[in-house]
T-cell receptor
Framework: QQPVQSPQAVILREGEDAVINCSSS?????VHWYRQKHGEAPVFLMI?????EQKGHEKISASFNEKKQQSSLYLTASQLSYSGTYFC????????????FGQGTILTVHP | NAGVTQTPKFQVLKTGQSMTLQCAQD?????MSWYRQDPGMGLRLIHY???????DQGEVPNGYNVSRSTTEDFPLRLLSAAPSQTSVYFC?????????????FGPGTRLTVL
């Protein structure tokens, strides 16, 4: 089942903060976050593993609540380059290696 | 390294035609996947492979076939194209053995079925 992302869209001014949430109905092994610019392929930002290990981007942080099967992506002091669509991807249960993506959150940063 | 490459970049088909979307990676990754992306739907997994000779279905496999004869290549075949298959198709590879299943995506193929 597809994880649910919220909000669907966010509009910010440079320097503002944003939080994007990802919620799954199944037990998760990991949560991935990707950003996609218009007309381009998604690019990996971060992975959060069960047990708390985090690997990824230096300027963007995230959390993973294993009990609630939820993850949040935190973008602080946003820059124009942060604009794009953010997707979470989840791995869970016996489907290791198989990612299921959310529907995406469109982030727009204005000067 | 070229990473993940996909051909063609654009394709227009008529209903009922068949074609193969090509995907290759030069990173020696074991895992490869095909996704389709439609507006508002995110990325949906079509088929994936955990190694040469091993494939499995994803969320939306109907109308598509795959095979994996080598580690490098993972072609996606449309058997009889339908307008509902109009989409952007992304191929991705990953190597879970490196501690992360980070997906490396190809540039995509934009397919229109008339």
């Amino acid at each position: 089942q597809q994880p649910v992302q919220s909000p669907q869209a966010v509009i910010l001014r440079e320097g503002e903060d944003a939080v994007i949430n990802c919620s799954s109905s199944k037990a998760l092994y990991s949560v991935h976050w990707y950003r996609q610019k218009h007309g381009e392929a998604p690019v990996f930002l971060m992975i959060l593993l069960k047990g708390g290990e985090q690997k990824g981007h230096e300027k963007i942080s995230a959390s993973f609540n294993e009990k609630k099967q939820q993850s949040s992506l935190y973008l602080t002091a946003s820059q124009l380059s942060y604009s794009g669509t953010y997707f979470c991807g989840t791995e869970g249960g016996t489907s290791y290696g198989k990612l299921t993506f959310g529907q995406g959150t469109i982030l727009t940063v204005h000067p | 390294n070229a990473g993940v490459t996909q051909t063609p970049k654009f394709q227009v088909l008529k209903t009922g035609q068949s074609m193969t979307l090509q995907c290759a990676q030069d990173m020696n990754h074991e895992y490869m996947s095909w996704y389709r992306q439609d507006p508002g739907m995110g990325l949906r997994l079509i088929h994936y492979s955990v190694g040469a000779g091993i494939t499995d279905q994803g969320e939306v496999p109907n109308g598509y076939n795959v095979s994996r004869s080598t580690t490098e290549d993972f072609p996606l075949r449309l058997l009889s194209a339908a307008p509902s298959q109009t989409s952007v198709y992304f191929c991705a590879s990953s190597e879970p053995g490196q501690g992360s299943n980070e997906q490396f995506f190809g540039p995509g193929t934009r397919l229109t079925v008339l």
